[in-house]
């Protein structure tokens, strides 16, 4: 999908900078950002459309003049319509409605002088434009794509229903949108307006709504920001919203807030930090070796660096077309400043205390199918957990990780979501990329040079410099029999299942990694490497393909599968319910139990439905 057709589009900015209720603090930094991200959307060139087709309405107090032009531009639109707002978002009204902050809002009763979202939604879905975006960066912004509010009387808000319609908040529901200190720009739109800018080093030459949420939710899980909810319908993700300003020379381009005095001498670079015996290196494509890579000099090598920190830094200018250009500038770790102590006293992840999991991670959702209740009830994940899927040849393992990818983040945002690929065919990448909330890493071990081999390991590193930084992060592999036949990998790849912990009064790291049976003819070496792979595991699911081969999905071994300690993760009454519902399976074939389970599901609403039948 190209780029919108720029004389058949309209943008619509909105903004609120001064308040006159003394309860909403003015935003000096609104008008800013309006105006910034205006220039960048009508930039001959580079821009979405021209100047006379962005409407831009900052501290505007006149709600009926703002119904008016934006119903206008809405009318006006044929291809896409792109409405942006920021500024105070408020509560209010007997079902909880969210109203965007206008100059004369009032902060307790914000029904009369706000604009409230369901009429903008309304004035957006009324246009005849192909494709239909909405940002908004405010607080409770996420209450536009909630299906339901926390209230028990609260009707549905913000459900988009209409084909080609996208919904973008820089926060979830109940959560406050951040300006940080020192910067010019609100938390989420100073991101979104150097995403546009800067561009996505590797990416594709255009970048779609899909693309900017998902580098967006990278970046702000990184900084341990509020998470960016999106809501969309059909094809509207694959809107392609601007050019990559970073395709063909992947991070050398100008920051949106860089002084124009140092554009002369030195050039932006980003990407995640690799130290290896070869020396250190920012790979500024991802996690995988690319042809901008910057080499890092021994002078910036020290006690704070650690491999899988995200830096940002600079390079000299006339640079980039050298191999390896060496970085001369470190701005920032992490998002922070690398003399901040959160940076410079961080714990080492070595160090942690680790504990036996004791929070559950569940996989069951509204409206769920029997794979992820099945493993709710016979191997309930915990943070941290140590999972093996044993997985025969066609059994389903790839759809089972999927799904588990796709449960966490929905009963769980604000986890860090990292899926490992390795030689995945094309069509399940795009599947995952479009699919879940998280990062999807790719990549191919087929004949390749060790670094490229060891992406998994970079990718782990990075999640645990996350839980240094209090994150819980959700590491899914698949699979560990590729990258085990890769010469030399086997140990790395028991190090990096073993990393999986649940850290004392801390965050975790769970890890969850398929893996096929060894052959009656495997070499010993692999037999042993497997052998401590299931001596290390606190969790294991078995996917059969006797089962797959009668037509069962998920083929899942109910027997053979299980999780160590599940009594710290399951209320006592919970345990004592599944144990006997588990006991009545025992004497059971695989196939029957898995029926006899499967049936009891899809006859049941929930899980907690389902216990409560069985016990009664």
Known sequence: MGLPNPQRSRVVLLGASTYTDDRLPDLPVVDRTIRDLASILTEPGHGLIPQSNCTVMVDEGDIRKLGYRLRLAARQAEDLLFVYYTGHGLVGGKRHELYLALPDSDWAEPEFNSLEYDKLRSAVLDSPATTKVIILDCCFSGRAVSETMADPVAEVIGQIDVDGTYVLTSAPRDRLALILPGEEHPAFS?????????????????????????????????????????????????????????????????????????????????????????????????????????????????????????????????????????????????????????????????????????????????????????????????????????????????????????????????????????NPRPEEVTELRRSIKGEVIPFDVTGVNDDRARTAEVAIERAKRLVELGHDVVFLLDSLTRLSRFPGLSPSLLDLFRSARRIEHGSSLTVMATLNPPAPSAPHDHVMFIEELKDAANLELHLTSDLAGEGLFPAIDVHASGTRNEDLLISPEELKALRGLRASLRDKSPQSALEDLARRIQLTDSNDALIRDFSN
């Not at 307006?193 to 580098?215: F, K």
């Not at 300003?245 to 670079?269: C, N």
């Not at 020290?302 to 970085?327: F, H, I, K, Y």
Request: hydrophobic content about 35%; charged content about 25%; aromatic content about 4%.
């Open 190 to 422: 100073g991101r979104f307006l150097r995403l546009l800018r800067l561009g996505v080093p590797g990416g594709p030459d255009l970048l779609t709504i899909d693309d900017v949420y998902e580098q967006l939710l990278v970046t702000m899980k990184a900084e341990g920001l509020p998470l960016p909810q999106r809501r969309t319908t059909r094809t509207a993700g694959l809107l392609a919203l601007a050019r990559n300003r970073a395709s063909g020379s992947p991070v050398f381009s100008q920051p949106q807030d860089e002084p124009e005095t140092t554009s002369e001498t030195s050039l932006p670079i980003a990407g995640i930090l690799e130290i290896t015996e070869n020396g250190a290196h920012v790979r500024t494509s991802g996690y995988q070796p690319g042809p901008n890579d910057v080499s890092v000099p021994a002078s910036f090598l020290n006690a704070t660096l650690r491999r899988g920190d995200v830096l940002t830094g600079a390079v000299p200018r006339g640079s980039e077309d050298q191999p390896l250009p060496e970085l001369t500038r470190l701005d920032t770790v992490n998002g922070l400043d690398p003399d901040d102590s959160f940076i410079r006293d961080r714990p080492e992840f070595a160090r942690f205390t680790p504990v036996h999991p004791n929070e559950r991670l569940r996989l069951e959702t509204d409206g769920d199918g029997v794979t992820t209740r099945l493993i709710d009830l016979i191997c309930p994940i915990g943070k941290g957990q140590r999972g093996l899927i044993f997985a025969d040849p066609r059994s389903g393992a790839t759809t089972t990780l999927r799904l588990i990818a796709d449960a966490i983040p929905r009963n769980d945002p604000d986890v860090h979501l990292m899926v490992v690929l390795a």
